[in-house]
């Protein structure tokens, strides 16, 4: 019988556990973690066209979104799509209902040291296995960065009622530009309470200023959101690697998954719809093939496009809002949801792409491409 251990409790580990156990659960599969960061702790946004296997973990679903670019400020329907919020207790309990009845599927407390022929190795024991996904080790080479997204939040409790609780605002470019192109992303609870966040595109191993981001958050809720009086219940902060390129996932019996597989889209830093697709191809990979690599691949554009934003955002910040300002045009979110989604053509991404400056992004492109053939060149001069 195959067995299939999923190293990493996380967000795609059990995203992954879930749909393995619907897919096929005749074979054995072990979740193994080391509990240093619950998934309890964690939640996720994202947008969605259609139903998921893990819709009932969404704690909060939404039809419209605000944003402020381009000196305007404007409230989209999103269309076919909904924004949601997972909560990661929300998450482990629907992912148990799936797996809990099944006796095939375990939980071991324990730390992934690494990976050897048939197995892996937890606690300085070597475990065996067939297959083995992997969410925490991650690729022993990777490609280059090509930005870093730096943010921080603050869980606000306000005196005043200044939180639209029904529309979150993705974002709003009503903050200073100096340390990266940033903008303010704002996701309420109700009237009173929000996850106020500041997020900033920089480049790879550019100085973090934790106190200009700290002063831009105040300067956004004091004068943009009208709150006077509000109470930081909690502060987050984290930086995230934005690499285009895909970094390699197969190696033998080990197939990364989640964020080191390449999950985080590169020009948006969301992750969790992309988790639960991916989930869903592996597992229809391995009950139809038994082999996890029968997976798609999205058209080489979409990663070019996400390094040439990110080559241009980081060498000049202001073009952010009006890269933004431009998908966001339409009298729906819809057309930018799904170029981000990347399930556009080529014709309707010239429309949404009308406007942009051409010059400034095919400069871009021509570097980006110069790179990535140097690169193939020194790889081939290397063998």
């Known amino acids: ?14 995203s992954l556990a879930a749909h393995l156990a619907v897919a096929d659960h005749r074979h054995p599969v072990v979740v193994v973690d080391d509990g240093s960061r619950p998934v309890e702790d964690g939640a996720w946004a994202s947008w969605s066209a259609g139903a998921g ?13 605000r944003v402020h670019a381009g000196g305007r400020t404007t409230v989209l329907p999103l269309g076919r799509y909904r924004y949601r919020v997972v909560r990661g207790r929300d998450l482990a309990e629907v992912v148990h209902r799936y797996t809990d009845p099944l006796p095939g599927f375990t939980r071991q407390r324990g ?45 606000v409790s306000s005196e005043r009622g200044v939180f639209d609780a029904e529309i979150p605002t993705l974002f709003d470019f009503r903050t200073p530009q100096t340390h990266g192109a940033s903008f303010v992303y704002v996701l309420p609870e109700d009237a009173h309470h929000a996850l106020v966040e500041h997020t900033a595109f920089v480049a790879p191993g550019a100085a973090q200023d934790e106190t200009a981001q700290r002063e831009a958050l105040a300067e956004y809720l004091a004068e943009v959101a009208g709150a006077t009086g509000y109470e930081v219940e909690r502060e987050e902060h984290a930086v995230l690697p934005l690499c285009a390129a895909q970094p390699p996932r197969a190696h033998g019996h080990v197939l990364t998954i989640g964020a080191r597989g390449g999950m985080l889209k590169a020009s948006t830093g969301f992750a969790y719809q992309r988790v639960q697709r991916d989930s869903a191809a592996i597992a229809w990979s391995m009950s139809r093939h038994g082999h996890p690599f029968d997976l798609p691949r999205a058209p080489g554009r979409f990663p070019l496009l996400d390094s040439v934003l990110l080559d241009v955002v980081t060498r000049e910040p202001v073009q952010l809002e009006r890269a933004f300002a431009a998908l966001f045009r339409f009298r729906t979110a819809e057309p930018a949801l799904r170029f981000l989604d990347e399930e556009t053509t080529l014709s309707q991404e010239m429309r949404l792409f009308a406007g942009m400056p051409a010059a400034t992004y095919l400069a871009a492109a021509r570097r ?11 790889a081939t001069t290397s063998r």
Do not use: C, N, Y
């Open 1 to 14: 019988m195959t067995r299939i251990v999923i190293a990493g409790g996380g967000m795609s580990g059990l």
């Open 111 to 155: 730390h992934v040291d690494g990976f050897t022929d048939g197995g892996l190795v937890v606690d300085g024991r070597f475990v065996r296995a067939r297959w083995v996904f992997d969410s925490v080790v991650g690729p022993g080479e990777t490609p280059p960065l090509d930005a870093q997204l730096v943010f921080r939040g603050w869980r």
């Open 368 to 378: 980006r491409l110069t790179f990535s053939a140097g690169g193939a060149s020194r």
């Open 53 to 65: 296997l893990l819709d009932a973990a969404a704690h909060r679903w939404f039809d419209k979104i």
